[in-house]
């Protein structure tokens, strides 16, 4: 295996800051004839810490091996490196994953008690003639993009300021499954998503972009309790595509989020659900008409 240029991370949401320092790696990579390498915690270390899993990424990491496709990455488990050192940690990236360079940003840590800060790996790096490398934060509106800033924007359904920190639309991806059926007889069949425990759910009623079997269509996703319909559950996610009606049971679809429509609320029964069905279809239209 010849020598690696390494970055370290969860890298959630795969933000502008992420990329950023992925380009500044596959650069400096190549400037030095390594391989860039990333090192991605499966989960935030700070969440398995507190034993704290559900909804709480941006992407699942099924989905978030599609922003890896040209960087050779290793996924990591945290328990099995939480308890190490700052110089086990170091020892091990040379050893195990033949480090010849390493880039962070500014405010990176490893090891226990995050002791490995960046006057740690400079010193380090220095002793042991690798290559160390240092970059600036990406900012949006005079703050740092940071994992952390883009669930509170998610959580809050932020979209649009989600997005443009992102560099690229927040999306749900998966499994479409049986649901109550309850749309199909109020006009509005939906296809009901099976989205992995750790995702972050946002709640409310948004305007979507849908790709499906290579095509794309546009649509409206609902995601909470249905509080009309039932008092107490777990959040669903339904997704009504404008003008379609085919059986799609079993297929994998992706629904890219643009803007929130309205928060989730209750209606005092389904004539008025229907009614409100229908002038969200009529928002999102036209939040939609310019894609």
């Known amino acids: 295996m010849s020598k690696t240029f390494i970055t370290i991370g ?19 990579a190549k400037k030095a004839g390594f391989t860039p390498l990333a090192l991605v915690f499966k989960m935030p270390p ?26 050779k990455t290793v996924y990591l488990d945290f328990n099995k490196v939480k308890n190490l050192s700052a110089e086990t940690f170091f020892d091990l990236l040379i050893k195990k994953y033949k480090m010849g360079g390493i880039i962070t940003g500014k405010d990176f840590a490893f090891g226990k008690n995050r002791r490995g800060n960046i006057p740690f790996l400079r010193e380090k790096c220095k002793q042991n003639n690798i ?11 005079n703050s740092k993009i940071s994992s952390s800033r883009l669930r509170a924007a998610l959580k809050t359904g932020e979209i649009s300021a989600l997005n443009k920190m992102l560099g690229h639309n927040f999306s749900l991806e998966g499994e479409v499954i049986y649901g109550q059926q309850l749309g199909r007889k109020i006009g509005f069949p939906t296809a009901n998503l099976d989205i992995k425990k750790e995702q972050i759910l946002p709640r409310g009623v948004f305007a979507v972009l849908v790709y499906l079997g290579g095509k794309k269509y546009k649509g409206i996703c609902n995601i909470g309790l249905r509080p009309t319909v039932i008092i107490n559950g777990l959040p669903s996610v339904e997704i009504f595509i404008f003008d379609f009606n085919k059986d799609i049971y079993g297929q994998i679809l992706k629904a890219e989020f643009v803007q929130k429509i309205r928060a989730e609320k209750r209606f005092n029964g389904l004539g008025e659900l229907t009614q409100q069905i229908n002038d969200d279809c009529a928002t999102a239209q036209k939040i939609l008409s310019k894609f």
């Open 46 to 71: 700070k969440n398995v810490l507190n034993n704290n899993l559900e909804q709480s990424v941006l992407l699942d990491l099924e989905h978030k091996k599609e922003f890896f496709k040209d960087i």
């Open 10 to 28: 969860t890298f959630d949401g795969v933000h502008r800051g992420h990329q950023k320092l992925f380009s500044a790696l596959k650069t400096n």
């Open 131 to 141: 290559i160390f490398e240092v970059i600036d934060f990406e900012e949006d509106g």
